[in-house]
């Protein structure tokens, strides 16, 4: 169970694959330390997340998802766990769901989660994603099945509670007459030197802590995975207020929509040498005219039974 804290809702690193990923300053390093981190397999992670920001090329005309998701672990030589439909898992992926589209010079996370949109089918909840698992591989399926590991994160959202007063009826300071007091011999008079003003805007009325806290966690179980929150009348993820603080119970798809990861994928971040000589970070793919890596998966050809029955 790990601490995260809520200091920007959303400040954060988009990757241009819908894959938020959260940069905080210390971590804007190429060393990622292992005991910073959530699983303490963070290094894992990084690699795994890292090798799916490959650049691709692809075109899929009527290609089956099983074939798709072939051409993507033998361009990125990522670990996956897929879960597939069988009698075990039945509202898994269909491997026979048909995926239709090009795509050019694009991260394989994109590719990955443009061809999970298109093999949605009807009926099953909340549609297909992706998460990184506590070893550090990524798991890609239905969300029901993505929901069968949950994990407890804590976020600590004091600064979105802090109200900042609005003083603007101050008193107002008379300098002219305490010093002409003072000059004629009496010593201010015991007359104080502010006059106006309210007294009492310490006491001014708004929400309670409470009930910005339950703003807050209104915001969050209306814009992301609305319909996995017990709230909702969803199963996958429970969010509860104590103390400043949230505590989130949900799947890793869901943690990563509140507050990215901790970590920069690996192949992804570069540190070179700038003109001057200081020290250079970046954090996205590098982008050229060429294609790196091309991946065009062409339908299966008719078996001999299928080709002769259709000639009939």
């Known amino acids: 169970m790990a ?45 795994s997340l890292g090798r799916m920001m490959k650049i691709m090329s692809v075109e899929y005309n009527q290609v ?7 051409n993507l672990l033998d361009v990125t030589g990522t670990s996956m766990d897929i879960g597939w439909r069988d009698d075990r898992n039945p509202n898994g992926l269909d491997k026979e769901a048909l995926i239709n589209f090009k795509a050019e010079n694009q991260p394989a996370l994109s590719i990955l989660e443009r061809a999970l949109a298109q093999a949605q089918v009807d009926g099953t909840l909340g549609g297909n994603s992706w998460q990184l698992t506590e070893e550090g591989t990524i798991e890609v399926g239905t969300k029901e099945f993505l929901n069968r590991t949950r994990r407890i994160e804590i976020y600590d959202i004091s600064d979105l509670l802090l109200v900042v007063r609005d003083y603007s009826d101050v008193p107002q300071f008379d300098l002219n007459s305490s010093l002409q007091a003072a000059s004629s011999g009496g010593g201010g008079g015991g007359q104080s030197p502010f006059s106006g003003g309210n007294q009492n805007q310490n006491n001014q009325q708004g929400p309670t ?30 969010i509860r207020y104590y103390k400043q603080q949230l505590i989130v119970t949900a799947p890793d798809y869901v943690h990563r929509q509140l507050a990215g990861y901790p970590f920069v994928p690996a192949a992804n971040m570069r540190v070179e040498k700038g003109p001057d000589g200081k020290r250079i970070v970046s954090f996205e793919p590098k982008r050229t005219s060429g294609v790196l890596q091309t991946g065009t998966v062409k339908p299966a050809p008719e078996s001999d039974t299928a080709a002769e029955a259709s000639k009939k």
């Open 209 to 238: 802590e409470q009930e910005r806290a339950d703003e807050v966690i209104r915001l969050i179980t209306e814009l992301i995975e609305s319909d996995q929150w017990t709230a909702n009348g969803g199963s996958a993820a429970n």
């Open 64 to 70: 089956p998802l099983e074939s798709v998701m072939k």
């Open 3 to 47: 601490m995260k804290s809520f200091s920007v809702v959303c400040v954060s690193l988009v990757l241009a694959t819908g894959a938020v990923l959260s940069v905080d300053a210390q971590l804007q390093s190429p060393r990622i330390s292992d005991s910073a981190q959530p699983w303490g397999a963070t290094r894992r992670h990084a690699d």
